[in-house]
């Protein structure tokens, strides 16, 4: 027999869903579908919790949450916690299904009396992989974008381009967002293919302490204290804080800091790595 | 010198320090390789995650002991300001370490409370990892993992950032730093957290300079050993996190680690063994290079992480005395290995609901393990909560008792159609709905450590998320959802103090002693998935659960004897 307690939690598990079946079909069709993907999604214990009880992340039954504000979180995520910003990662259909779903959550399992219905992503997103050009012409040669996407943040390597670069936010610490950089894909392609190449969106600098170290990298920053420089030369950037007081010289004549060719990418491989790189541009 | 006279030595030196140093910043003597080594000969300081690289949560203190710990007063508290204290702090030298969950670290008198220093970092926008859940001390720097997913090096005498590193983008990895790094022979050793669709790894830092030293991938990849165990569309977005803290052997110059589950979290089809998930390994600390494995759930689909601390014992066994590891998992058993090679010796059961599988054979391996479906519920314990997760045990050598929680958590668990792995994103394959064992209530129980005979047990309000301290007073403390703090008897489990915080305890106590005074400091302010399971199993007692703090406390016997 099933004990008493078990019975009861499992009455109160099926809640939402018995009454999101007296909703209109319509409702109740897209709160089901988002309760799927909240399972898979949003239940892991160290988030909502399955039936969004809570885990380590926040519990989501019967907070009477506005539908703008579950919009804003699922779409644009919170800011400075783990909660991602889904409007990136799901279609706008499952979006909206798993907003429905939630808010059938936070009001006692009440359906929302109508379908969840979403506008238009704000125009600053980053490009969407399927929206890419499947060829853009670098020089004399062809990359193909998605293949420069995936070299990019080829998360098989413990190093490569996404250790020290980010493009619209995403990737590593050093100098200015790729996606902000006036070039052209032949322009990316020069520097990305030769050795050393100097840039003033990655200004090199070299400094001498009073123990006799030379410490050369890429400067991020200076104040009435320190400076702070990435030293690249390992395989991930570190960025290290060297007191003024412990200076002795400062060279920041300008140079290159990064050999691209050690990474070993092949020809055709940095002119994917081109093409992705300007298509991705802010414009 | 023997290590007696060299305990002295620094003893005096360090009393010297204090004189010269009345007003912060404290430069104390430098916390070298060979004192983390040896912490046991300095029981006045806390100077590693679990106290000792063995893992123990062991304090040799005994000025507090079953006879007077009833007369503990608060002798300080500080408030970070943070919602949850979930980081075990560290203490050196009269200096504590604590870490508020969100990028700060602030440096405290640990007599007194007093603020020397606190660091800052900034909070970058967009998606971030898990709240700082630990710190490690040495060569004269703090080190900590942010929620930023970097790692960061202070200057231990003012807090000023010395090396900085982003291990991986956290709003794309959906990963983070695991609970603590472990600093193992001049390296700053650090997994990977999150119940996410990536591939783990296990980093190695050069303390001093930040230099990525090693990168062990937790899945090997393609022309590696164990690479073979894995589907070929599966293995980049596996899983495997290294979560938790590992241990250390200096005279073998091995970490030990241990492996969560593969994705999805629950109910994988995928077929094989999908190494090193569920694992418990071996890595040398110089270079990373796997020594052993032991997979103790292959292929598991129940989330039952083989994550949690490995605690290094020496004992004999037929007469000859062998260096062994003990490792509790999820999945409610406890096993035995020699940590030098890693053979199984044998496994227990820490947990009194186990139905995932039917028991354990000769090899240590699952017998006739539970099946999911998507038609029908499944009782399924234990539950993702596992039996126990981060909250982690305490072994005395005084009673050679190992002391460990056990949430007796179980799930009803049905299939559910899933999209694919993504990178970064959690993926699952099932649905829970978690309720109440229908066999035994949550507790903390006293296990001999060899034989696995349960010697006692305490049943815990709620469950238990705090980790477990046992100190040389044959005291065990810990603190509960409630908000109480609490001290057991070490042979008998009676709980013989107790004090409100004002918000429940998810953190590890630890035992220091600063000037001849013992200190147990206790944080308040739970940062755990335990809250909100309880809510969930004793809805009557939810609204007894205070808010989350944001304050440790720190107790001491009466300055003069009432």
């Known amino acids: 027999m099933m004990p008493r307690i078990l019975s009861v939690l499992l009455a109160l598990a099926s809640f939402p869903a018995m009454a999101a079946e007296q909703a209109s079909p319509g409702v109740a069709a897209q709160v089901a579908a988002g309760r799927l993907i909240f399972e898979t999604s949003c239940a892991s214990s160290m988030c909502h919790g399955s039936g969004g009880v809570g885990g380590e992340g926040p519990g989501l039954l019967d907070t009477n949450l506005s539908l703008s504000t579950v919009i804003g979180v699922v779409q644009r995520g919170r800011p400075g916690t783990p909660m991602a910003p889904f409007g990136e990662l799901l279609d706008p259909d499952m979006q909206a299904q798993v907003i429905a779903f939630v808010m059938s959550l936070t009001s006692g399992g009440r359906a929302p009396e109508q379908v969840v219905k979403l506008s238009a992503p704000p125009s600053d997103a980053a490009p969407s992989l399927s929206d890419l050009p499947e060829t ?3 020089g004399d040669g062809e990359g193909r974008p998605v293949r420069g996407h995936a070299l990019f943040y080829d998360t098989s390597r413990v190093t490569g381009c996404r250790a020290c670069h980010r493009v619209y936010g995403n990737g590593g610490p050093v100098g200015i967002d790729l996606a902000d950089l006036a070039l052209s894909p032949l322009e990316i392609y020069a520097a990305a293919a030769a050795p050393k190449m100097a840039s003033d969106h990655f200004p090199r600098i070299e400094l001498t302490t009073s123990d006799g170290v030379t410490h050369e990298g890429v400067k991020h920053s200076e104040d009435h204290t320190v400076i702070r420089y990435f030293d690249v030369s390992t395989p991930l950037p570190v960025l290290r804080t060297i007191l003024l007081e412990d200076i002795t010289d400062v060279d920041e004549a300008p140079g290159g800091t990064f050999d691209h060719t050690a990474l070993g990418y092949s020809k055709q491989e940095v002119l994917d790595l081109a093409a992705f790189i300007h298509v991705m541009r802010r414009r | 010198m023997g290590e007696k006279q060299r305990h002295y030595w620094r003893a005096a030196l360090a009393f010297m320090a204090c004189v010269a140093f009345l007003t912060p910043p404290v430069r104390a003597e430098e916390i070298t390789a060979e004192r983390l080594a040896h912490s046991e000969i300095e029981p006045d300081n806390w100077l590693t995650h679990f106290g000792n690289y063995e893992a123990w949560a062991y304090s040799a203190l005994e000025q507090i002991n079953r006879d007077n710990v009833k007369t503990l007063v608060p002798a300080w508290s500080f408030a970070t300001g943070q919602k949850g204290i979930n980081s075990t702090p560290l203490v050196a030298d009269g200096v504590m370490y604590l870490a508020a969950p969100q990028n700060q670290i602030f440096a405290l008198d640990a007599a007194t409370g007093e603020m020397l220093w606190t660091y800052v970092r900034e909070i970058p926008s967009g998606r971030t990892a898990r709240p700082t859940a630990g710190l490690a001390v040495g060569l004269g720097l703090v080190f900590f993992g942010t929620v930023d997913n970097h790692m960061v090096a202070l200057d231990a005498a003012n807090g000023r950032e010395v090396w900085d590193v982003q291990i991986e983008d956290p709003k794309q990895c959906g990963c983070g730093p695991s609970f603590a790094p472990l600093l193992a022979n001049g390296k700053v050793i650090v997994g990977v957290r999150g119940e996410v669709a990536h591939r783990s790894y296990i980093n190695a830092f050069d303390a001093k300079t930040g230099a990525l030293a090693w990168r062990w991938w937790a899945i090997p990849g393609p022309g590696e050993p164990g690479h073979e165990t894995w589907p070929e569309e599966l293995w980049e977005l596996g899983g495997a996190s290294t979560w938790y803290a590992g241990s250390y052997d200096p005279d073998l110059n091995l970490i030990y680690w241990g492996v969560g589950n593969p994705a999805p979290m629950l109910g994988g089809t995928l077929p094989g063994d999908k190494l090193y998930t569920n694992s418990l390994v071996a890595l040398d600390a110089d270079t990373g290079e796997l020594k052993w494995h032991f997979q103790e759930t292959p292929s598991d689909i129940f989330d039952l992480d083989s994550a949690t601390e490995p605690v290094l014992l020496d004992h004999e066994i037929d007469g000859k005395m062998r260096k062994l590891v003990l490792h509790p998992t999820k999945g409610g ?224 016997l009466p300055e003069t004897q009432p």
């Not at chain 2, 403390?477 to 008897?489: H, V």
Request: glycine share 10%; charged share 15%; with cysteine.
């Open chain 1, 136 to 138: 853009v012409m670098v």
């Open chain 2, 333 to 556: 058993y406890t096993y035995i290995l020699d940590r030098e090679t890693g053979e199984f010796l044998k496994a227990y059961a820490h947990s009194q609901t186990i139905t995932w599988t039917e028991g354990l054979n000769e090899r240590g391996q699952p017998i006739n393990r539970q099946t999911l479906s998507h038609d029908e519920e499944t009782l399924v314990c234990p539950s993702v909560n596992g039996s126990r997760g981060a909250q982690h045990s305490a072994y005395s050598p005084r009673t050679g008792l190992w002391y460990t929680t056990s949430l007796e958590s179980c799930a009803m668990v049905k299939l559910i159609e899933s999209a694919g792995p993504r990178e970064g994103q959690f993926y699952n394959s099932a649905s829970l709905v978690a309720v109440l064992s229908p066999k035994a209530p949550p507790h903390i129980a006293a296990f001999d450590a060899m034989s696995g005979a349960r010697k006692w047990m305490f049943e815990t309000d709620l469950v238990n998320g705090s980790s477990l301290l046992t100190t040389g007073g044959d005291l065990i403390f810990g603190g509960d959802l409630l908000g109480r703090a609490w001290a057991l008897d070490a042979e008998t489990g009676d709980k013989i103090w107790s004090f409100n915080m004002g918000s429940g305890v998810t953190n590890a106590p630890i035992s220091y002693a600063v000037d001849g005074r013992q200190y147990i400091a206790i944080g308040s302010g739970p940062l755990s998935a335990s809250a909100g399971l309880s809510t969930r199993l004793w809805p009557e007692l939810a609204a007894q659960i205070p808010p989350t703090g944001s304050s440790i406390f720190v107790f001491a």
